[in-house]
């Protein structure tokens, strides 16, 4: 059995609650959870609220797409959780996209075609 691995991608928008899409998989299997924060303790703890969340199947191989900056039709879009490849030369393949909806927390789907990622750091 493999580990679980959880990688967050903060989101915070100006004037709207904060919120949190978290990433998990083993194996092939992954999942996408949007997460509002509700408020933090006296030590800064937060507390976060369950918005939605969606079961994501990939082929072997294809991950999510971290140290990239990426686009949506020509434009940033930092609510973007892209799944694909990146090539040992450092090229982004996009496989798979969703976009978070705010203020509802909803995902959707998003054509890939319409998005584009440059990869930030060399790839692993």
């Known amino acids: 059995m493999s580990a679980v691995r959880i990688a967050y991608l903060l989101i915070a928008i100006a004037a709207l609650p904060a919120y949190a899409a978290s990433y998990a998989c083993q194996g092939s299997n992954r999942k996408i959870v949007v997460l509002q924060l509700v408020e933090r303790d006296a030590s800064a703890v937060p507390s976060w609220r369950w918005v939605s969340d969606l079961n994501v199947k990939l082929q072997n191989g294809e991950d999510l797409i971290e140290g990239a900056e990426c686009m949506r039709k020509g434009e940033d879009d930092a609510l973007l959780v892209p799944f694909g490849m990146i090539t040992k030369d450092?090229?982004?393949?996009?496989?798979?996209?969703?976009?978070?909806?705010?203020?509802?927390?909803?995902?959707?789907?998003?054509?890939?075609?319409?998005?584009?990622?440059?990869?930030?750091?060399?790839?692993d």
């Open 90 to 123: 450092g090229v982004v393949r996009i496989l798979h996209a969703w976009r978070i909806e705010l203020p509802s927390g909803k995902i959707r789907p998003v054509k890939t075609a319409s998005v584009k990622c440059e990869a930030s750091a060399e790839p």
